[in-house]
């Protein structure tokens, strides 16, 4: 293998010995189902502009003067096609997201390498060695890498994990984007805040609603706003849709009027009914952090009919640590664990095994007083109910905790609502 600083900015020859020019980018394209790109053409400068040499015409890339085959008036110079890369102006020094390491570096050089009389892009290197590389010093940098190579983190990443920032549209990805879906939504939100706003907002124009409404919830609502800007509304209608209520209604809080009034109208009735009602409470109080998609049974139930109700319904509920028990009134009587129904017999009645005090939080207590609460009795979930008792809706431990532990640390809790 060899990096691209080798040879870039080295003379050009032709076959006569005349000097074209300078190397100055190299021209790779991806052929078929094979990843990294293959090295199809060389751009060399010259006093009135640039040529484009393809790449058959050069007898040898590493060397001191490069030399090619034939007579540069024999040589029929290489249309550049629009999928084409720049390696130089579109990689060299850009960002790169690294799916494999979950995080955002920059290129420092490239390594290729030489296959069946082809040459490919295999990896690109970020470390600091790449960068005294590309200055001239190899054997200092050679000294480098090979002391990096006890740290963490890779400094050579195969391009196989990399979705690249390039040219001169803020993002434009040049692999499969299938490998931003597959990262948890809490990686995506982490990259997304090593990006400006408008590379942020060309990372979710590649994912799929369910996807993109699962990274929106791992940011703040202002960051939402910004990554959202310039998203078609029926598309943020359809991501509201999917993200928990409460969430969607954090989000619709810091958008201007006229734009949440249109998106709630896009929005299917049920959920958009479900979101006005948050809004309606302060966003600082047990009914403005709530969430309304939670798990009811009736008093008469048995653990069997729980069970199966569990398997045709639960995927829409926020939690199913906790299941809470409800009179036709939705006042409420009980709640049991997943636990407590999983040992419970098929044929015992919830009232049987659930607990009868249930600790509850009113819709205008303070979200301070939520997380006091969650705290002392160590839930994931607390209740919220009216003056009526009725239940509204539960508070999860991470939203309680929102405003009290700071948002790296709340980040790292574990998701056992999920």
């Known amino acids: ?41 060389i751009e060399v400068k010259q006093s009135t502009g640039s040529v484009f040499i393809p790449i058959q015409e050069v007898a040898a890339l590493v060397a001191l003067a490069i030399p090619l085959k034939k007579k540069f008036s024999d040589i029929t110079q290489y249309k550049t096609q629009p999928d084409d890369l720049h390696l130089v102006r579109d990689v060299l020094d850009k960002q790169i997201i690294d799916t494999d390491g979950m995080r955002v570096v920059r290129v420092n050089d490239l ?27 190899a054997s200092l940098a050679d000294r480098l890498a090979t002391r990096s190579r006890s740290s963490e983190l890779p400094s050579i990443i195969s ?78 209608a359809d991501v509201l849709e999917e993200m928990a209520p409460d969430e969607a209604a954090d989000l619709l ?3 201007p009027q006229e734009r949440k009034k249109e998106l709630l109208e896009l929005m299917e009735d049920k959920e958009a009914e479900d979101v006005i009602r948050l809004l309606n409470y302060p966003e600082d109080t047990a009914g403005g952090i709530m969430n309304t998609e939670y798990f009811t049974v009736p008093a008469d139930y048995k653990a069997s009919q729980v069970m199966e109700q569990l398997r045709t319904t639960a995927p829409e509920a926020e939690t199913i640590y906790y299941i809470y028990v409800a009179d036709e ?12 129904l999983v040992l419970a017999q098929p044929d015992a009645q919830v009232t049987d095994f659930m607990e009868k005090r249930v600790v509850t939080v009113e819709v205008n207590d303070s979200q301070e007083e939520c997380a006091q609460v969650v705290s002392k009795y160590n839930l994931l979930a607390i209740p919220v109910v009216d003056e009526q008792k009725r239940i509204q809706g539960i508070v999860t431990a991470d939203d309680a905790l929102d405003k009290i532990i700071p948002t790296a640390w709340k980040k790292r809790l574990p998701r056992f609502y999920q």
Do not use: C
């Open 111 to 137: 390594q290729l390498t030489r296959v069946n009389g082809s040459v490919y892009v295999a990896n690109v290197d970020i470390s600091g060695a790449g960068l005294i590389r590309r200055l001239g010093l």
């Open 159 to 236: 391009w196989d994990n990399i979705e690249l920032l390039s040219g001169d549209q803020p993002m434009r990805l040049k692999v499969p984007t299938s490998k931003m879906a597959d990262l948890h939504p809490a990686d995506l939100a982490e990259i997304l805040s090593d990006l400006s706003r408008q590379e942020g907002s060309k990372i979710l124009e590649t994912l799929d609603i369910e996807t993109l409404a699962n990274t929106l919830e791992e940011v703040e609502p202002d960051f939402q706003v910004s990554l959202i800007e310039r998203m078609p509304d029926d598309r943020v």
């Open 1 to 41: 293998m060899f990096f691209a600083s080798e040879f870039i900015g080295r003379p050009i020859v032709d076959a006569d010995g005349q000097r074209l020019g300078k190397l100055k980018d190299l021209i790779a394209s991806r052929h078929g189902d094979i990843h990294h790109p293959q090295l199809v053409a």
């Open 329 to 340: 009134e939705d006042r409420l009587l009980g709640v049991f664990s997943l636990r407590q």
């Open 253 to 255: 809080a810091e958008l």
